[in-house]
């Protein structure tokens, strides 16, 4: 008797009881009719009783071990599923370095917002000081309360000339120069207020541009001081605490 060739594998497994359930079903059709599978079916678990009982008892025949061993070969192999291990793993890191490339990114953007509110903020509140400013000198110019003082140079061509825009109440100067001569190096004009009480109080240091033009807006001034006249003399670029004589300009106030 011949073993079918095509049952040989699946004899194996039969007699292993690794069958699948469908596949046994046939084997077992094919076994009911043909008696070489039948015996070779009776031999491989001879085989194998022989070899389960081989670690307490005697080593089983050649025969048998060389038998199973066959069939074992005749068994076809089934690969093993690829392990995800290593790619989950691979997977993990890469997830991690993208979280971590996101939350850097996240956090550049959110250092580059803020300073880029700071800067906002630093030039809304330059120019809200700036407006502030602008307002102060538009309604020193225009306020019905102002002291208006011309200063003037005598013998001079052209006339150099300034006018002083003073609001007590509110210790705002805008002073006006031009046709101003140029001065020596590390020389500047010094404006005055001559109170009507007290010694004279200085009231900002400037130089002349190209032009003889300059201004003076709003320099510190005591409260409420009344002006009886504003001069002009020359002194050091930082200024000086009293008037260094001559007096170049000078007006009193109207």
């Not at 008797?1 to 069958?19: F, I, Q, R």
């Not at 030039?123 to 110019?141: C, D, F, N």
């Not at 003073?166 to 120069?177: K, N």
Request: aromatic fraction near 6%.
């Amino acid at each position: 008797m011949t073993v079918h060739e095509e049952y040989a594998d699946d004899l194996a497994l039969y007699a292993l009881g690794s069958l699948e359930a469908a596949e046994k079903a046939l084997l077992e059709k094919h076994l009911d009719e043909c008696a070489a599978c039948r015996h070779e079916v009776e031999h491989l678990r001879g085989d194998m009783a022989l070899l389960s009982l081989s670690a307490a008892g005697p080593m089983p025949p050649q025969r048998a071990r060389q038998r199973l061993m066959d069939a074992i070969k005749r068994e076809p192999r089934r690969q093993a599923a690829p392990t995800r291990t290593v790619w989950w793993a691979i997977a993990g890191w890469v997830a991690a370095a993208a979280m971590g490339l996101v939350v850097l990114m996240l956090w550049r953007d959110k250092s580059v917002l803020v300073q880029e509110a700071l800067h906002l903020r630093a030039v809304s509140s330059q120019q809200g000081e700036e407006l502030q400013e602008a307002r102060k000198i538009v309604e020193t110019l225009r306020s019905p309360g102002a002291q208006v003082v011309n200063v003037t140079k005598t013998n001079a061509r052209p006339q150099p000339q300034g006018k002083a825009f003073y609001v007590r109440d509110r210790s705002s100067l805008i002073f006006l120069a031009s046709n101003m001569p140029a001065l020596p190096a590390q020389k500047a004009y010094e404006l005055w207020l001559i109170p009507k009480q007290g010694s004279p109080i200085p009231a900002g240091v400037f130089k002349p541009n190209p032009r003889g033009n300059a201004m003076v807006i709003n320099p510190p001034l005591p409260a409420g001081v009344e002006a009886k006249a504003f001069a002009i003399t020359i002194e050091p670029e930082s200024g000086s605490s009293v008037p260094t004589m001559p007096i170049e300009m000078m007006g009193a106030g109207e």
